[in-house]
């Protein structure tokens, strides 16, 4: 097999929680779907040419994971509150793209407990659950609250940091599926004494913990994060795949999502 085309991150399926996550990799002729490939020697060579995912120019580097500097500076998808919810201003009618943001800010949201290398918490449009997860490697998520918009969630979130984490180390998430044993409920009653009286309207009760298997044959007990930025190639038998990372039987691992917008070849 030999495939080419630009990075864009992984598309997910998740069939249910006895089931393993499901990868698809979009390139030039269709998507390759990855798990298939656990357990077989890849290869992926860098074809020395990187693309907007956006307009699709030629560039040298990109800005917010696969974009030109000009589209990172107007789209609404690299607008500030992508990465700072609590900074959203769609709610006073302040938008890059007003419509836009009637379909991915001015929609329901959850804030969220999740397990990815110890406990955090999140924010996500209803829509994407569980794909949020996903991509971050949750193996436990739980929502703890509702909102009708990305600000409330922010904000929320915000407050919440001065309690527990908000960001996974990627390498602890990488080399375990075993993590602390979180009992996410009880975390929950926990931050509810903490949270201000307006904001407990907004609770949300999750009747259940969401549990998510990811397609890993084995998770190595060192790691080094590549990149084409610094090598062309990068090869060995895919061991397996969670979040937006490649695991290698070498110990490498690599984020795809990060180098969206280059042009590859896959080899298998």
């Known amino acids: 097999m030999r495939e080419t085309g630009i990075l864009k991150k992984m598309r997910v399926e998740w069939p249910g929680p006895d089931e393993k996550v499901r990868y698809f990799l979009p390139l030039e002729t269709g998507e390759v779907f990855m798990n298939d490939l656990t357990?077989?020697?890849?290869?992926?060579?860098?074809?020395?040419?990187?693309?907007?995912?956006?307009?699709?120019?030629?560039?040298?580097?990109?800005?917010?994971?696969?974009?030109?500097?000009p589209c990172f500076i107007k789209l609404p998808e690299t607008d500030t509150c992508i990465i700072h919810p609590e900074k959203c201003q769609a709610h006073l009618g302040i938008s890059r793209d007003m419509e836009w943001s009637k379909q991915h800010c001015l929609q329901d949201h959850f804030v969220y407990l999740a397990v990815t290398s110890g406990l955090k918490v999140g924010v996500t449009r209803a829509a994407q659950v569980p794909v949020r997860w996903i991509d971050q490697g949750a193996v436990r998520a739980l929502r703890i609250a509702k909102t009708p918009n990305r600000y409330l969630a922010g904000t929320i979130e915000v407050f919440l940091k001065d309690h527990l984490a908000d960001k996974t180390n990627w390498r602890n998430m990488l080399t375990s599926e075993e993590h602390e044993q979180i009992d996410l409920f009880a975390e929950k009653e926990h931050l509810r004494s903490f949270l201000e009286k307006d904001f407990r309207d907004f609770l949300f009760e999750d009747p259940q913990i969401t549990t998510i298997q990811y397609p890993v044959l084995s998770y190595p007990e060192k790691i080094r994060s590549v990149s084409f930025d610094k090598q062309d190639t990068i090869r060995g038998v895919l061991e397996g795949i969670k979040g937006q990372y490649l695991i290698f039987d070498t110990g490498e691992v690599i984020n795809i999502r990060k180098h969206g917008g280059y042009v590859i070849t896959l080899s298998a």
């Open 39 to 69: 357990g077989h020697r890849i290869t992926l060579s860098f074809d020395h040419e990187i693309h907007c995912i956006h307009c699709g120019r030629l560039i040298k580097k990109t800005y917010a994971q696969g974009y030109c500097y």
